[in-house]
């Protein structure tokens, strides 16, 4: 692969490729101070929007709870460095306990008062649960009560009684909170308007490699108590998005024809009904 070559305003280099994705190149780069960075260039995608719109939210963020946004040019992000730590290595070494308990404390500084308005170019909540209300109706349609026509209904309900509205990271799990200098710091928001519940409802769903973990009822009731209590909701209401959220999930792998991906998070939305039918 050719040598990126970088804004030269940027003063970085000694670039070393560190990540790549379906949607874009991750390089960790030297800043003229000796410090580490990163440089998220964008390839030419279908969705670039979605990374375009987390752009403004870290913009917005202005490094609380978030890395910070150090420069910006065409379809390439400069980023702090996030650090070495995953919260998935947390997970690891002391348990699911204290993984939820950091994610919870992360979420509260990304959800902290910002005196900035919020960005215009955040996408909608609602719009952004397109694909599960088209997959409910068709399936309403055919006379199929399925659980996503319950999901949609779930979505529905949580769209028109909004808890509070504000920016949200938009794929909030444990690969893209990390810990560095200063302190977990969250990477790879997708920038969405609407209530903070959405963000705690995708942790139900991770680690994506640990399905017996998603599926126990104590993981799930444990983290609707902790994830409440962080957002001041309700655990219900914390259980509801996560039906909707996962739903909305499988909807998008069913578009994909990932009949795979599809099943397990509907499996994990069933658990999680279950789980929400007790309390």
Not at 13 to 37: C, H, M, N, Q, Y
Request: net charge negative.
């Amino acid at each position: 692969m050719d040598a990126p070559v970088f804004p030269a305003r940027w003063k970085i280099s000694a670039p070393e490729l560190i990540a790549e994705t379906f949607s874009s190149r991750i390089w960790k780069v030297v800043r003229g101070d000796g410090s580490p960075a990163v440089v998220k260039a964008l390839k030419p995608f279908d969705d670039v929007a979605d990374e375009l719109r987390g752009e403004h939210f870290l913009a917005w963020r202005r490094g609380e709870g978030a890395v910070r946004l150090l420069g910006r040019d065409g379809h390439s992000m400069l980023l702090e460095y996030g650090g070495d730590t995953l919260l998935t290595q947390v997970l690891d070494e002391q348990g699911d306990h204290a993984a939820t308990a950091i994610a919870a404390e992360v979420m509260a500084k990304l959800f902290s008062p910002s005196h900035h308005p919020f960005p215009p170019e955040l996408q909608p909540l609602r719009e952004r649960y397109a694909s599960l209300f088209r997959k409910a109706a068709t399936d309403r349609d055919a006379g199929h009560a399925s659980i996503y026509v319950e999901a949609a209904s779930i979505a529905g309900r949580l769209l028109d009684n909004p808890h509070d509205i504000r920016p949200l990271h938009g794929d909030l799990h444990h690969d893209n909170i990390l810990q560095g200098s200063r302190g977990w710091l969250v990477i790879d928001p997708k920038g969405v308007l609407g209530d903070p519940g959405f963000d705690a409802a995708n942790m139900f769903y991770n680690p994506l490699d640990r399905d017996a973990l998603c599926l126990d009822p104590q993981r799930i009731a444990h983290m609707a108590e902790v994830f409440a209590k962080t957002l001041g909701q309700s655990p219900p209401a914390i259980l509801d998005h996560a039906i909707a959220y996962g739903c909305l999930s499988a909807a998008w792998h069913h578009e994909d024809d990932n009949a795979v991906d599809e099943n397990r998070e509907l499996s994990i939305a069933k658990a999680i009904r279950a789980v929400r039918a007790n309390f």
